[in-house]
């Protein structure tokens, strides 16, 4: 199978990403943008398989993809397949909290991927994030920042997937308004 055209502008634009020049960073922003607007998965799988490959790249420059990737998945989550969600929520969730250290622009960049992705596609989203919860071992800071701005972004259907995934007691919020985890996702 042929590479296709998007991942064939991606990876020289990809690139580029790391050159001195803010405006040049700021083009090359743009232009992934650009080709997100179009071709939104191709474009997510791209920048995946860049970031995941590239284990030294810098994190001011692995932000400024995670914001790219964040730009597109705010405007097109609805359009991605599943294998192309899980990915992309699997390499933020390891982008924000691969140290413990706080590089803030990189792992909030990161944490803004998973809210991008949660807004349409909840459960696998609060899934990967519980699992970062260990008995006697706080989360990391990043964790508890993306589950409220998941709860942000997701209003008023929020108490459902928490409840549904974290199998809380019947005192929990959607039992008391009479829904079920399924009701209320």
Known sequence: MTESYVKKLSYPLLEAVTDKD???QEQVCRALCSLGEVRPGEMLRACEEFLRHRDKLAHPYRAMVLRAMETVLSSHTCRL??????????????????TKELFSEWQQAASSVLVAVGKHCIN???EELLSQ???GVLPHPLVLQTLAGLAVSNGRWWPGPLCALASWPSSCACTRLGLSGAQAM
């Open 22 to 24: 803010p405006a040049v």
């Open 81 to 98: 397949d599943k294998d192309t969600a899980s990915a992309v929520l699997l390499l933020a969730s390891s982008e924000m909290t691969k």
């Open 124 to 126: 696998p989203v609060m």
């Open 133 to 135: 919860f260990q008995p």
